[in-house]
């Protein structure tokens, strides 16, 4: 019997709806609610091809054993389990809990029990070797939070639905539909500003699909903190700022204010490539209506100063007068009480503040209990007292996410053990010991808690698994309880973790992800707080009465700093010696033998690398190419579509040349998340739909640096923005394109894989 089932996408942040059609506990297709209230019948091709992914032939459904040579066996979990248990004991008998590690990708932060249970575990063994694909997107939001607000996890977003001026840094949200920020239907979020008189402003070195709807503002790439300070300097010099009511908010004040001196927008033009008249009109504008806002992301957070700059994002809201209040950049509210103390609390006993461990080579801080990946392969190689020796690796391709990826593979071999957790083959996992198959999205129920704080309009959805787990695979926090149970009787701290899930299970009430969201929703805004609140929400309410979902406040409400700022004070602290120290590089660097400036890019078929076996998103003659100005490659004899050479200090790679004048000169955009080499040993099942489908393409972050030197420092961010290169002919395109720091020549089928970016 067919059955359409509410459900919602969890592919990225705007968590749009979607109705399941199943028949037979099989996904038959994937089409938008239009009852949704918040995206109203409105989903990605992303979200739509999803079904093509849960029922790929290639899907891992059994656990898998690598033999001597390299290939694959199927075994059972028993087997799987055990042989990885007493493998996992030996490491710890001969090199500690110190040496194990977890690295978890992009799509975990949208699974609750995948991330909380290996938080759990990890914290457990009482290791540092945790990675996350944080470190290679967001994580500087964190850090600057942490400084200007005590309070890591504190992000302001636009308040898209009231904001009349909206200044966007290096976003592009018609393409990612959003980051650090749940606005379902963004695209009509935009528009309606202009329809009601606003401004929409893009600034990015290339004019993208956001940009070519509204205002486009050309900046040369990691230039972004000096146009940020510019707009400080134009508001504290031309009497913009409310000096005394800033001053009983914040600390540091005058400290800032000597320091934009510095940087007023004569001097910092000729470096961005803004005028100091476009300064000046957009920081009056910022600073004179009424409600306007400045958002930023990830363009805006791999440069080398991504933490400094996005802290700066913050400050020229607060000066404006645009923090925190209606119309500007605002705070979501949980709702729930005591939340500020709770964080504060949360950061004095455990792995969570920032910093409190710093990573065994580079010495760079931990953020929100994880450290930089780009080390993470010479963790593995440096010998010494917390060597990485066993690696998990959990919805996650880092050979081709994390820069130098060649340096990591050759490192995952010299593990004692690895083990991946995935829905495919790929890059990385090749490496391992085991695969084992995980569950997609559709195959679990949900209510994700890192994002309930950043909806544009507070909104809240639960949801039941729409179909059973295909063959065998088992969701990340079912493994992690079984890896729990197995290391019990050698380490006592798991040990009475072990305890207490078999004493929950006696009694009835087992930990698990759905027990723990409704104790969230319980007590979050629209709750019932546990029967005080009266047709308050719960976890089965919300399933069962509002399967589409449910808005629980007409907007963002303004006032929310008081709750956010963890300092006694509740003052915003401006003048963190570690943000001021960040200064010194905020001017580029000019290099004669790399005069061109990389960025990255995400396409509007794509979700990093992780969707590219879907033959939907892949049709139609697409190619992975770096987009150029037709005046670089006249200089450098390059056409359109002939095969180019980019080389960085840190590698080279080969792929087509796009050409086009929707870029500044002088810059070179490649998208992220290619580099499939073929080992992830895709299968003959879907060659017929793949005919069309290109090559894998290149890894563009063979081009980007490991040495922690060159990392972000408060971050440990990887630098992928500004980075210089140069770019050469070699030849015409063929049919597919060579990634040399990647494994070669690619296959014409493409794997599907996991990154970030």
Not at 202 to 212: G, I, K, L, Q, S
Not at 621 to 647: K, N, Q, S, W, Y
Request: with cysteine; proline share 6%; charged share 20%.
């Amino acid at each position: 019997m067919r059955e359409d089932k509410p459900t919602y996408c969890r592919i990225c942040e705007p968590l749009c709806g979607m109705i399941a059609t199943v028949e037979d506990n099989r996904l038959i297709a994937l089409r938008p609610d239009k009852e949704h209230p918040l995206s109203k019948g409105f989903a990605c091709p992303k979200g739509i091809a999803f079904t093509e992914i849960v029922n790929d032939p290639d899907r891992v459904r059994y656990p898998l054993r690598r033999r001597a040579d390299g290939g694959f066996d199927e075994v059972t979990w028993d087997t799987a389990l055990a042989d990885i248990t007493e493998r996992l004991q030996g490491v710890t008998r001969r090199h500690g809990t110190s040496s194990i590690g977890w690295y978890f990708g992009n799509p975990a932060t949208f699974s609750t029990g995948h991330t909380l249970w290996t938080g759990v575990f990890m914290s457990l063994l009482g290791t540092q070797h945790v990675y996350s694909a944080g470190s290679q997107d967001v994580n500087n939001r964190f850090v600057a939070s942490h400084f200007l607000y005590g309070n890591p996890v504190a992000a302001p977003i636009p308040d898209i639905n009231r904001v009349e001026y909206l200044l966007m840094i290096g976003a592009n949200p018609i393409v990612s539909h959003g980051s650090v920020m749940s606005s379902p239907r963004i695209r009509d979020g935009l528009r309606a500003i202009t329809k009601r008189g606003g401004t929409v402003t893009v600034v990015d070195p290339r004019r993208t699909e956001t940009a070519r709807e509204f205002d486009w503002l050309p900046i040369t790439p990691d230039t972004d903190a000096l146009f940020l300070l510019s707009l400080l300097h134009v508001m504290f010099d031309d009497g913009l700022a409310d000096v005394e009511r800033l001053s009983r908010r914040t600390r540091g004040l005058d400290r800032w204010r000597s320091v934009v001196e510095q940087y007023p927008p004569e001097a910092t033009a000729r470096h961005t490539g803004i005028p100091a008249e476009r300064v000046r009109e957009i920081a009056h504008a910022l600073a004179k209506t009424e409600r306007a806002a400045v958002y930023g992301r990830i363009g805006t957070s791999l440069g080398r100063t991504g933490t400094l700059t996005t802290a700066l994002l913050d400050m020229v809201n607060l000066v404006a007068g645009n923090l925190d209040v209606v119309g500007g950049s605002m705070f979501g509210d949980l709702g729930i009480p005591g939340q500020r103390l709770g964080v504060a609390a949360l950061q004095r006993v455990s792995g969570f503040a920032y910093g409190r461990r710093r990573s065994r080579v580079g010495n760079l801080p931990q953020v929100l209990g994880t450290a930089p990946a780009s080390v993470m392969a010479k963790e593995i190689t440096t010998g010494g007292k917390g060597q990485l020796r066993a690696l998990f690796v959990s919805a996650g391709n880092p050979v081709l996410s994390v820069p130098n990826g060649d340096e990591l593979r050759s490192a995952l071999d010299e593990l004692d053990l690895m083990v991946s957790l995935d829905i495919y083959r790929n890059e990385t996992n090749a490496h391992a010991d085991y695969i084992l198959p995980a569950t997609t999205m559709y195959e679990r129920a949900d209510f994700l808690l890192p994002f309930q704080a950043l909806f544009t309009t507070p909104f809240k959805q639960a949801t039941d698994a729409v179909i059973g787990p295909q063959g065998q695979a088992r969701e990340e926090w079912t493994v992690i309880n079984e890896l729990i149970a197995g290391l019990a009787r050698h380490h006592p701290l798991v040990g009475l973790m072990h305890i207490g899930n078999v004493v929950s299970r006696h009694l009835g009430v087992p930990a698990t992800p759905r027990r723990i969201s409704d104790l969230v929703i319980r007590m979050g805004l629209g709750g019932n707080r546990f029967g005080l609140r009266r047709g308050g929400l719960t976890y089965r309410r919300l399933v069962a009465d509002h399967p589409h979902g449910v808005v629980v406040a007409d907007d963002l409400a303004p006032g929310q700093l008081a709750k956010t700022i963890t300092y006694r004070d509740r003052r915003i602290r401006l003048d963190a010696p570690e943000l001021l120290a960040e200064l010194d590089r905020v001017w580029p660097v000019e290099s004669d033998d790399y005069p061109l400036r990389l960025i990255g890019m995400r396409e509007i078929r794509s979700e990093n690398s992780w969707q590219h076996n879907a033959p939907l998103l892949l049709r139609g003659g697409r190619t992975h190419a770096a987009r150029m100005h037709p005046e670089d490659a006249a200089a450098r004899g390059i056409d359109d579509g002939g095969l180019v050479t980019v080389a960085s200090r840190h590698g080279r790679i080969s792929l087509p040349a796009m050409l086009t004048e929707d870029i500044t000169p002088g810059v070179v955009a490649i998208p992220h998340g290619w580099g499939h080499n073929g080992s992830g040993g895709w299968t003959q099942a879907n060659d017929a739909a793949r005919t069309e489908l290109g090559s894998g393409g290149a890894n563009v972050n063979a081009l980007i640096s490991s040495d922690p030197a060159d990392l972000e420092r408060l971050a440990g961010m990887a630098n992928m923005t500004g980075v210089p290169i140069e770019v050469t002919a070699v030849g015409v395109a063929g049919a597919g394109s060579s990634a040399e720091g990647s494994g070669g020549r690619t296959h014409a089928g493409v794997d599907l894989d996991r990154t970030v970016g």
